[in-house]
Structures are given as structure tokens and as C-alpha cells.
């Protein structure tokens, strides 16, 4: 067990004792699909996921106007909490329970299970596409990180795709406090890089202190971590001491953010922060689980699409729920285009084929689907060198770990990703590589027919790479192997991996069948503009880069999968095709943006042509930002509350 910091706070939380989670579990009594039914509601929510349970912890606390809100979700809850959810190292830092009956990826009793269709550009493969399937959603099953994007990005927003000055950074950044309480990181010898001093950390004023979801810091380290991101500063990149006042790039000299509970050592995500037993015993909110909405019910009087229902399925039997005021979508970036789809809303040919009867020709509807795509690549370290492979090779050292976690909320049980942060694409490349690329792209965009979006964000993205700032390449680093190979008994890893930031690539998600408890087809594109490829390359080369600076090079014996042969552009574009998965961050195909430029909700987030249809989820961001997006879901989510009861009152 590391000494030092670590250790001395797990000796002091091993006196405080754990804190549970959820304030009392005693309070929530799960509603039955008929007696929800039977409910008249004002707002009823379809989806309690990351947007959706802000949407109805904030809705149902309002007194002006007082609302009475029903939340429909697919999946299920427990409100004793449930491990596999709460505690971290079975999600990102697992390698011991990574199967499908103890991880929550790939488990239908939480995940969705939906996947690609085959990815020309990857040799025909189909992706899996994990979602939460959970009450919480996809925050329930995700990597805990916890980051803000650019100020650039958010910027755009409000500027590029004419959503005006609320969405903006500055019209943001109340919401991102809004939603967290953040506990700072440690300073002096105790830090993760030893002698950090205060005036090295965010400022507290920058974060959130009285919000729902907790944001803090590892207190576990294994030999790898500080040594990865000060391998960053041995090859001349910088640290970060704030990444999230609005310039996110570079490794974080704190090591990245995390939504987990500094006092419990647990996953701090959607339900568990927005539904405490307190809003769980609300009268004026009911969540009805295991139900999977399957389409809106129309006002047949109204000449103007008004939602006044939602259908759903519960056990086979399907029910009808009215809501007199509001209907809200918050099914997630993969689903809502579905919903909105089996409802009527999308590309009038595309519901004609399946004989749904068309409220709206909306074809924009489900596109402009964006993601962020990773590569992989392990490597193995010198025997003896303290990683997370030790859980698997050492039953005493894991018996002891899982003692402190229950006793004390700590140790590798708790362990996240922690050594990661966005590089630009001029700081990873020669300029003569990235001048190639760049010509290359203007070439291949030459006589293409772009859609107004797209001109308009390729007009962005093709500024933001030129001008060096922003973040295109995301390396991330896993002490431990079992992600590109099969670990060897006894020996021990560094997966060092990365995801690209901004792709040009335009994916896709549409319904194939009006059947509603059908799969949508999902097709991110990934790679199928040779930009995103070769940027991937890049991103693929600065990972051989990155283990040889030093403290880390110390520690690296060489490469496993891909092995040494791997070397040169064609080497790794064949690694890439071959290996290349989704980081889970799909966003865009329910757009906010002005109706000329094809939105799908305008900035008040309602659906174009419709009366009181609102989407609220990672949908409607029209341009991803250069991090994993949850924190900017809950922000969109925060204000979107305050929005949506300004239009009810
Ligand atoms: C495996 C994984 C790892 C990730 N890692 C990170 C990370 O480390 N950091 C980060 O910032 N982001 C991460 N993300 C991304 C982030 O979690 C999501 O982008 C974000 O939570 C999406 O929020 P949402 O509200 O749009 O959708 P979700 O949170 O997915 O919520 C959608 C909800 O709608 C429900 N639903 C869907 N369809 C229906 C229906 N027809 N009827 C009823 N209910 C329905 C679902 O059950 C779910 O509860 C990760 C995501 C995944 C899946």
C-alpha cells in the first residue's frame, strides 16, 4: 500500500467510518404502472437519466409554479444502492470484475446493449454502444470523469448556431457551479505531484459548492500515475492547474476531476445526487420503472403538434399517462431521435416506409451525430511496479483493499482515471504532417455539399486545429492491463489510450421498424473522413511518444497489443481500423440551433413546430466540446429547469 498521502487519509476516513450515499433508503416506494397512469401530471419527463432526474429533482421543487411531475424510465433503482454502480474501481479501474455478470457495461440489467451498424472505415465492424439503462442513466454505468470543455466551444453554441448570449460559456458556467460541490485537490508532499502548492490548484470560486453531484480527487495512486503526467512535461507540453476555468488543455498537474464522493468513496451520478429519499418522498413526483416509453399522444384538436401523453410499455402491457403542460425528452442522444421518430417527428419518407403517420417532416432529426472514437495500445512494466494489475495477482492485497473501501470509502477501490487531458493537434504533430492533413481536407471538402450546419462547424473546426489552442486529442492513461490483451499472471500493465476530440466525420441514428422496443439503427461514421484518421494517427504516435518520457520511461518494458511492429502511419491506420471503439460520448442528433441552419429544438429547447414538446438531453448540444460531457449535460440540464419553469409560470 502506497505510503504517504494516501495512506494518511484513509487512516483518517478509517476513523470517520462511511457515509452512506442516500440519506435514507426508507422513503421510496415504487409506484405501479397503473396507479402512474391513473396520475395526472403537468410535466411528465420520458427518460430519468443524467438530464432527465435534474429535470425532476428541480421541477418538482418549485413552488411558482407548483407541478406535479411523473418521470417514465426503462430501468430500474434501488435506493439502498447497488456496488456495481457505487463503487469506482468496478467501472473504469476494473480488471477483476470484467465480465457481464459483475460489471454494469455489457449487463442488460443495466445497459441498453445497443450497437453500430458496421463501420465501413473500421473493416466492417459493429460497435458495442453501452447506455445506462438504470435510473440515473448513463451516469450510472460511465468513467466518473468530470470535466468542462473549452470556453471556445460553449461559445459557439450561442454565437455560431444562433442560440444567443445564454449559451455561452459565461451563460453556462452558473449552471456548472449549480450542479457540484467540489472538494479541491491536495497540496504539499501529500499531492499527487509532490509539492503542489495551494496557488497550483483551482481556485474554489471556479467551481460549484453547494450542488447535487460530488466533484473530487483521487486519494489512490499506483507508481503510474504521477510518472504519466510528468512524462507529458519531460516531452515540453505544459501542466494544467485549472482545467476547468475555460482553457482545458494539457494533463491536469492535479490529475483529472471525478464525480464520486469524497466522504463515501462512492459514484455521485444522477440519482443518487437528484433523487435523495428527501425528493423521493415528494408527492408531487412519481417515477414509474421497467417502462419504456414508446411514443407521444397528440392533441387530435390542435392544429399545432400538442403533446398531451405519453405512451409506454410496461411488462408486456402498454399504458397511456396525460400530461397537461409539458412533455420533456430526456432519453439520451441515441433514444430520443427514436421517440421522436416513432411519434411522427423526422424525414417524412422515412415514417411513410414504416406507416407512421408524419406531424412533422423534420429529416434533421436523428443526423449530425457526433462521438468521440478511442484507440487503445498496452504496454508492459517492469515486475514489481505498483499498478491495478496487483488486484488480480495478489488475493491478500485485494481482500485488504475491499476491508479499507468498506470501512473507509477508500484505497484502489476507488480508484478512477485520473491522468488524462486534451492536447491540441499542433502540439502532437510535425508542421509538415499537419500541413498535409490540412491540404488534404481542403481538397476532400472541395465540392462536397455540406448542410449549413455542417459548413458552419467545419468552418469552426478547421479554425480551432489551425489556431494550436484547443484540445483534439484526449490520451488517457489505465494502471493495469486486460484492455488490449490478456494480462499474464503475475505481470503488470499501463493501457495508455486516447480519444479524438473533434471529428469531422457526421454520423447518424434512425428508427428501422416502427416496432418501439426495436434497436435504432446507429451509425457514428467514425473515421469515414481521412482528417479524423489521420488525426487519429497522430493521436496513435503520441502514445508510443508518451511512455518514453521520462519518469515513466523508467518503468515501460514495451509494447503488447499493438506490438513493436506497429510503427509507421499505414501501421497504425490498420491498428485503428481494426481496434478503434466509441468512448460513449454521442451527442447532436437533436441539435439546438436556429431552424435555417436544420436545429431540432430552438434555445428554449422546444422541439421546432411543436406546442410544448421540449428535448433536454446530450442531444441537443450541436457541437461536442473537447471532454467526456457529463458535467456539461448536467449544466445544459440545470439550465434548461430554470428555462422550462420560466415558460410554465
Ligand atoms: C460507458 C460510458 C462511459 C462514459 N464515461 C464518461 C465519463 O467518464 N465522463 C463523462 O463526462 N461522460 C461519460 N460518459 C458520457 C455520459 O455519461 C453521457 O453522455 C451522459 O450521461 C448522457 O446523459 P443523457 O441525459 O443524455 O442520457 P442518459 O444519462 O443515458 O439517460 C437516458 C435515460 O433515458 C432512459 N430511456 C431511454 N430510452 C427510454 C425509453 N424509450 N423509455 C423510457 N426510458 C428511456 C434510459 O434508461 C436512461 O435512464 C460515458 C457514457 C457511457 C455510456
Known amino acids: 500500500i502506497p505510503e504517504g498521502a494516501a495512506a494518511k487519509v484513509q487512516a483518517s476516513r478509517l476513523a470517520q467510518g462511511p457515509a452512506n450515499t442516500f440519506e435514507s433508503a426508507e422513503s421510496f416506494a415504487e409506484v405501479t404502472p397503473s396507479a402512474f397512469a391513473a396520475s395526472k401530471f403537468d410535466v411528465i419527463i420520458v427518460g430519468g437519466g443524467t438530464a432527465g432526474m435534474v429535470l425532476a429533482n428541480r421541477l418538482s421543487a418549485s413552488r411558482n409554479p407548483a407541478l406535479k411531475v411523473g418521470v417514465v424510465d426503462a ?128 481556485p474554489a470560486a471556479d467551481h460549484g459548492s453547494n450542488g447535487p453531484i460530488h466533484s473530487s480527487y483521487n486519494t489512490f495512486e499506483t507508481a503510474l500515475d504521477a510518472a504519466s503526467i510528468l512524462a507529458t512535461t519531460s516531452l515540453g507540453h505544459p501542466l494544467n492547474d485549472n482545467p476547468d476555468d475555460g482553457t482545458s488543455t494539457f494533463m491536469p498537474r492535479s490529475g483529472m476531476t471525478r464525480s464520486v464522493d469524497p466522504n463515501t468513496g462512492k459514484r455521485s451520478y444522477a440519482a443518487s445526487a437528484y433523487y435523495t429519499s428527501s425528493v423521493q418522498a415528494r408527492n408531487n413526483l412519481n417515477v414509474v420503472l421497467n417502462s419504456v416509453a414508446t411514443k407521444i399522444i397528440w392533441d387530435p384538436k390542435s392544429k399545432t403538434p400538442k403533446a398531451i401523453g405519453v405512451e409506454f410499455v410496461n411488462n408486456g402491457q402498454t399504458y397511456t399517462v396525460a400530461a397537461s403542460k409539458q412533455v420533456i425528452l430526456s432519453a439520451g442522444s441515441l433514444k430520443t431521435p427514436q421517440i421522436l421518430e416513432l411519434s411522427g417527428i423526422g424525414d417524412a419518407r422515412r415514417l411513410q416506409q414504416l406507416n407512421i403517420p408524419v406531424v412533422i417532416d423534420m429529416p434533421q432529426v436523428g443526423e449530425n451525430m457526433i462521438d468521440h472514437p478511442t484507440t ?3 504496454y508492459q512494466v517492469k515486475d514489481g511496479t505498483f499498478t491495478l494489475d496487483i488486484l488480480t495477482n495478489n488475493q491478500t492485497f485485494l481482500d485488504e483493499q475491499q476491508a479499507l473501501y468498506d470501512a473507509t470509502g477508500t484505497g484502489a477501490f476507488s480508484y478512477t482515471a485520473q491522468v488524462t487531458g486534451s492536447f491540441p493537434l499542433k502540439s502532437i504533430s510535425s508542421p509538415a504532417a499537419y500541413a498535409a492533413m490540412r491540404s488534404a481536407l481542403d481538397s476532400a471538402l472541395q465540392g462536397t455539399t455540406l448542410t449549413p450546419m455542417q459548413q458552419k462547424q467545419y468552418d469552426l473546426l478547421k479554425s480551432w486545429a489551425d489556431g494550436g489552442k484547443i484540445g483534439w486529442v484526449m490520451p488517457v492513461m489505465l494502471p493495469r492491463g486486460g484492455l488490449t490483451s490478456l494480462p499474464e499472471a503475475g505481470k503488470s500493465y499501463i493501457t495508455v489510450a486516447f480519444y479524438q476530440l473533434h471529428e469531422f466525420s ?41 511512455v518514453t518520457g ?4 523508467d518503468l515501460v518494458v514495451g509494447p503488447t497489443v499493438p506490438d513493436a511492429s506497429v510503427v509507421t502511419d499505414a501501421d497504425w491506420q490498420n491498428y485503428i481500423r481494426a481496434s478503434l471503439v466509441t468512448t460513449h460520448h454521442p451527442i447532436g442528433t437533436t441539435a439546438m440551433a436556429s431552424k435555417n441552419l436544420g436545429g431540432v429544438v430552438d434555445p428554449r429547447l422546444n422541439v421546432y413546430g411543436t406546442k410544448n414538446l421540449k428535448v433536454v438531453d446530450a442531444g441537443i448540444i450541436p457541437m461536442t466540446v473537447g471532454a467526456p460531457i457529463q458535467a456539461t449535460v448536467y449544466a445544459v440540464a440545470e439550465k434548461a429547469a430554470d428555462l422550462i419553469l420560466q415558460d410554465l409560470s
Open 550 to 553: 521520462s519518469p515513466l520511461s
Open 75 to 202: 430501468g430500474t433503482f434501488n435506493p439502498n444502492g447497488d456496488p456495481l454502480i457505487d463503487v469506482p474501481i468496478y467501472n473504469s479501474g476494473s480488471i477483476i470484475l470484467n465480465n457481464s455478470t459483475t460489471s454494469t457495461l455489457g449487463n442488460p440489467a443495466y445497459d441498453w446493449m445497443l450497437q453500430s451498424v458496421p463501420q465501413p472505415a473500421l473493416n466492417g465492424r459493429v460497435l458495442n454502444y453501452p447506455r445506462g439503462k438504470v435510473l440515473g442513466g448513463s451516469t450510472a454505468i460511465h468513467a466518473m470523469v468530470w470535466q468542462r470543455g473549452e470556453k471556445e466551444e460553449y461559445d459557439a453554441w450561442g454565437n455560431t448556431f444562433g442560440n444567443g448570449a445564454g449559451w455561452t460559456w459565461s451563460g453556462l458556467l452558473p449552471y456548472f457551479r449549480k450542479s457540484e460541490t467540489w472538494t479541491p485537490p491536495r497540496t504539499g508532499d501529500d499531492a499527487l505531484l509532490e509539492g503542489t502548492t495551494p496557488s497550483q490548484i483551482p
Open 376 to 378: 487503445a495500445a498496452g
Open 506 to 546: 457526421r454520423g447518424s441514428v434512425h428508427i428501422n421498424s416502427a416496432d418501439p422496443l426495436a434497436s435504432p439503427l446507429i451509425d457514428p461514421k467514425y473515421m469515414s473522413m481521412q482528417f479524423d484518421l489521420d488525426a487519429q494517427t497522430l493521436g496513435g504516435h503520441f502514445l508510443r511518444t508518451w
